[in-house]
């Protein structure tokens, strides 16, 4: 068991690295059934939203003049929960995922491959998302989410309005504009709130 603040983290071995004058860890692995809920503390003593990680093996690395973590890899069946608001969580599942935070403690950026798929929480009133791909990243920078396929997995987002398989989809987090490129596949759905899709029958999907 491993415990800082209020983050948290089990697994069969643990094996750490400490800094050159042993006050301070700045690696750590977790191998065999491992788990870890990182938080980051607030001035107010409150917690503020966390990631979740299961995986065979987690390691945690931190910046090399504090301690505090800069980077998560996950390796063997990997499952995140990322927590993006008191009420909403993106959740990320592959073989390999990593995770990259800026010295306040947020998450910058995350990746994941090898049969990934990631769960888009509602942000913005509109439909939650699904995504699939070989390689799936997200940058928060320019705030787009990017999925990459291959000839036997292609990329795909579905939600409910829309589904759309490509070599390669982006999509923005906040506006939730997309484009994608090679073989493209799009459905657009009939809603439940009788809105027609352009100038399409509002009742049935159309198919480009």
Partial sequence: RMSRGKSRGTADALIFRLTPDEQEVNYLALQGTAKVALFKETAKDAVSPGQQVEADEIRLVSFPDESKVSRISATGACSLTLSVSAVAADKVQGQFVGLVFDRDGDL?????????????ADRTGGDERRVWGDKITYHKRGDVLKTLGTEKMPARIDSARTEVEAGWITVSQES????????????????????????FLKEKPVFI
């Avoid at 910058?108 to 888009?120: F, H, I, N, Q």
């Avoid at 997309?178 to 027609?196: E, F, N, R, T």
């Fill in 176 to 199: 939730g504009n997309m484009q994608s490129s090679g073989g493209v596949k799009l459905v657009l759905k009939p809603g439940k709130d009788d809105k027609a899709v352009g100038f």
């Fill in 108 to 120: 910058t950026d995350y990746s994941a491959s090898g049969e990934a798929r990631v769960d888009l």
